[in-house]
């Protein structure tokens, strides 16, 4: 069982609550439960095509999985993932 | 729309001009769309801060979890144009994310010019600008 963290603003699509604890042997299994126990926060971290959205980080502990093994990344007991905004931007409108 | 409570704004223009002629960026944390309080964050971005910021995930993690344990939440994102106008640019859009509102800082020659609030879509091709009211000092 690992306890997925809720950003505030997502809080409303999970009954208000601040953190989650499913179950999933891996990060991709851990956010499939969470999104099927709660399928309204799914068009919130997903894509049409069932991407996680750009601007979605996924931590578990410390670590992003993007360094780590993606979705595949496994899942202890007691492990905390946490799904955190990608921020960025300016004025500068091309490369 | 967005209220900013006036402390927080002063704090947020100060960060916007004592970083220029780079862009600064922070966290907008309170409650039901009422920001009483500013966070100041580093811009990471590796390359010129002139027109470009980055917000490292990991303090943002940091502000949401200390906003979480005060029972209060991360409404919105600032960050600041030197000498650029207080729009939403298209390097805005595409790392935009909708979950927040996104305001907006124009600095010109060092001094706080104006300010807008965005908010954008899940496809990150559109932000709408929503009413900004800075709400008067209290006492």
Not at chain 1, 79 to 89: K, L, R
Not at chain 2, 56 to 71: H, N
């Amino acid at each position: 069982m690992a306890k997925i963290l809720i950003p505030t603003p997502l809080r409303q699509y999970v009954d208000n609550k601040d953190s989650v604890e499913v179950e999933g042997s891996t990060v991709g299994e851990s956010l499939t439960a969470l999104t099927t126990k709660f399928p309204d926060l799914r068009r919130h971290l997903y894509n049409d095509e069932g991407k996680l959205r750009s601007f979605v980080n996924i931590y578990i502990g410390d670590e992003d999985i993007r360094y780590l093994n993606k979705d595949a990344t496994p899942v202890k007991d007691g492990d905390t993932i946490s799904i955190v905004p990608s921020i960025a931007g300016g004025q500068r409108d091309s490369q | 729309m967005i209220t900013i409570e006036n402390d927080p704004w002063q704090e947020m223009v100060r960060h916007a001009e004592s970083t220029f002629p780079k862009e600064c960026c922070g966290v907008m944390v309170g409650a039901e769309q009422l920001v009483r309080r500013a966070v100041a964050l580093p811009n990471v971005y590796d390359g010129p801060q002139e027109d470009f910021f980055v917000m490292d995930p990991k303090d943002l993690q940091r502000v949401d979890e200390e906003a979480r344990k005060g029972g209060e939440q991360v409404l919105g994102v600032y960050h600041s144009h030197p000498n650029c106008d207080a729009y939403f640019s298209k390097r805005d859009l595409e790392h935009s994310c909708p979950w927040f509102s996104y305001l907006v800082l124009s600095v010109r020659s060092g001094k706080f010019d104006h300010a807008n609030s965005y908010r954008c879509d899940y496809d990150q091709t559109q932000a709408d600008k929503e009413e900004l009211v800075v709400a008067a000092h209290r006492g």
